[in-house]
């Protein structure tokens, strides 16, 4: 089953001065697992001392319209950045989601990889809990690149990839994800699009992110976006049938810093499903500290 919203890990950044625009919280969808809600390490850049450790932990609340009490998601998770090595920053992360159905439990690890300027690389693996009630996916790889663009100063590219092993009533799936990064002046661009393959049926959809941050690094980040496009999947019962749905989406979120190395973030999700009264909202709230 491929689910649109934070079904991959493509990061709006690109190692070193993007992260940035992660700890805006750029990306422009958020998922359930890990993989998806660990930020970039901790920003170097305009710091007056050097910090190696990043952490950030945050709580929220989804509820679904229409819906009772067993569709309204919450949860919250915990991640861990180092970037004290040089050329690599790996970063480890817990995260729980539960509703009136269960509650699960995912882990995840990673590190964004510094080739050179021109190149940069993040990788992750993530996995949850055994349950009854899956939330987030048994197992999940994830690969991403970006690359600048000659005599363009400030843009890049990138591919991403995600792997989804089949597991129980889920055939699994594939994701690519092609996308685009621009810095110009306090503003931060970034794009992509994604193209999910599923599984059993070889079920294909298209959809698609954009977002924009604007701010100054240890003083505060302003982001917002939209995202957009097409699920299918078949879904594995006694009776299979194959869902398909088309959704739009927007976000906003503010990162504000309270002292040199700490502050707090703020972070507003909303999803409606097209030709369906079914919405979603999503309200993110968490606290970063750097050492």
């Given at each position: ?132 009630v899956q939330f987030s996916p048994h197992r ?54 994604n193209l999910n393959f599923a599984r059993p ?9 954009f977002a924009a941050t604007y701010g100054t ?75």
């Amino acid at each position: 089953m491929i689910r649109i919203c934070g079904s991959f890990l493509l990061f709006m950044g690109l190692a070193a001065p993007a992260l940035q625009a992660q700890t805006a919280g750029a990306s422009a969808q958020g998922g359930t697992g890990v993989a998806d809600t660990a930020q970039a390490p901790a920003p170097q850049s305009s710091q007056p001392e050097r910090t190696d450790f990043h952490i950030e932990g945050s709580l929220f609340y989804s509820p679904f319209v229409p819906g009772s009490g067993s569709e309204n998601w919450r949860g919250g998770d915990f991640r861990l950045t180092y970037t004290g090595i040089p050329r690599i920053a790996p970063f480890v992360g817990v995260a729980r989601i539960q509703n009136s159905h269960g509650s699960q439990l995912a882990y995840g690890a990673g590190s964004y990889f510094t080739v050179n300027r021109h190149f940069y690389m993040i990788g992750g693996v993530s996995a949850s809990q055994e349950t009854e009630v899956q939330f987030s996916p048994h197992r999940r790889y994830d690969l991403a690149g970006y690359v600048a663009v000659p005599g363009v100063e400030g843009m890049a590219l990138s591919i991403g990839w995600t792997e989804l092993p089949a597991y129980r009533d889920s055939g699994g799936g594939r994701i690519i994800a092609i996308g685009n990064i621009y810095y110009w002046r306090k503003f931060i661009f970034s794009g992509s699009l994604n193209l999910n393959f599923a599984r059993p049926g070889s079920q294909r959809s298209v959809s698609g992110q954009f977002a924009a941050t604007y701010g100054t690094q240890g003083r505060y980040y302003v982001a917002g976006g939209m995202s957009g496009g097409g699920a299918a999947y078949m879904l594995v019962t006694d009776e299979p049938f194959l869902v398909k749905y088309q959704s739009l989406g927007t976000f906003a979120a503010l990162t504000k810093w309270l002292a040199p190395h700490a502050g707090l973030t703020f972070r507003y999700d909303y999803q409606h499903i097209i030709e369906s009264v079914a919405e979603r909202h999503s309200l993110r709230i968490g606290a970063f500290y750097e050492f």
